[in-house]
């Protein structure tokens, strides 16, 4: 079946640095992907999707890029800060499972930004 | 407005109590969802309806039941609660279109004795 792999957390930062979260996955069919973020409180918000292989998906100044030749779609921003600490989830929707599309999620990445 | 709402938002209660959390969207969607969240774990699916009709297991439905009252209104029920149950609920939706971008209400607490 479809599954989702994303580093374990937490990633811990000083604002301004980079952030990667890597995530892989395993579909059978052609599956869009996602990032989910969940600040503290609070239910997962969408933060990005890609539909298709090399799409680009983009959103307050994270990025991450559907791969499907390594099966990846690692969350990058090029500096964070404090209030981007939150909890990030890596997500598929495969058509394969009769066109019902059920997400299936990773375990999320937990991410402290320090001042 | 919050487009989905769950209530209550806390939630203590005691081995072997029935008790039933609430959903409800404003957002028009026919799919709706219950999810389970546990540290290290993520979410887990519980049950899921793709209209007023349609009931479904997730991978994890032991224990639980729900109900479909109208397409705004999905409820979770758990019969007789056990501490295992302890753990954060969430509700979402979505709107069946392709990509299955899913909303998610901001979750139930409970704490099971």
């Known amino acids: 079946g479809d599954s989702v792999t994303q580093m374990e957390g937490p990633v811990t930062l000083s604002e301004e640095a980079f952030l990667t979260i890597n995530c892989t996955y395993t579909?059978?069919?052609?599956?869009?992907l996602f990032w989910y973020v969940q600040y503290p409180g609070e239910g997962l918000q969408l933060l990005l999707k890609a539909t298709k292989a090399d799409d680009k998906g983009s959103n307050k100044g994270f990025e991450a890029t559907y791969r499907k030749e390594t099966t990846s779609f690692h969350l990058e921003k090029g500096s964070v800060q404090v209030s981007d600490s939150a909890v990030y989830f890596c997500?598929?929707?495969?058509?394969?499972?009769?066109?019902?599309?059920?997400?299936?999620f990773g375990r999320g990445t937990s991410l402290i930004v320090h001042p | 407005d919050a487009d989905v709402t769950q209530t209550p938002r806390n939630r203590i209660t005691k081995t072997g109590k029935r008790i039933m959390l609430e959903c409800s969207q404003t957002k028009g969607h026919d799919r709706m969802y219950w999810y389970r969240q546990d540290p290290g774990l993520g979410l887990q699916l519980i049950y899921y309806s793709f209209d007023v009709k349609d009931i479904n297991k997730g991978e994890i439905s032991d224990g639980y039941s729900v109900s479909r009252q109208a397409q705004a209104k999905f409820s979770l029920s758990l019969e007789s609660a056990i501490p295992n149950q302890t753990a954060l609920y969430f509700c979402?939706?979505?709107?069946?279109?392709?990509?299955?971008?899913?909303?998610f209400g901001p979750g139930t607490r409970l704490l099971v004795l």
């Open positions: 997500a598929l929707s495969d058509s394969s499972s009769g066109g019902s599309y059920i997400p299936t």
């Open positions: 579909a059978t069919g052609y599956p869009s």
């Open positions: 979402a939706t979505s709107d069946g279109a392709n990509q299955e971008t899913q909303y």
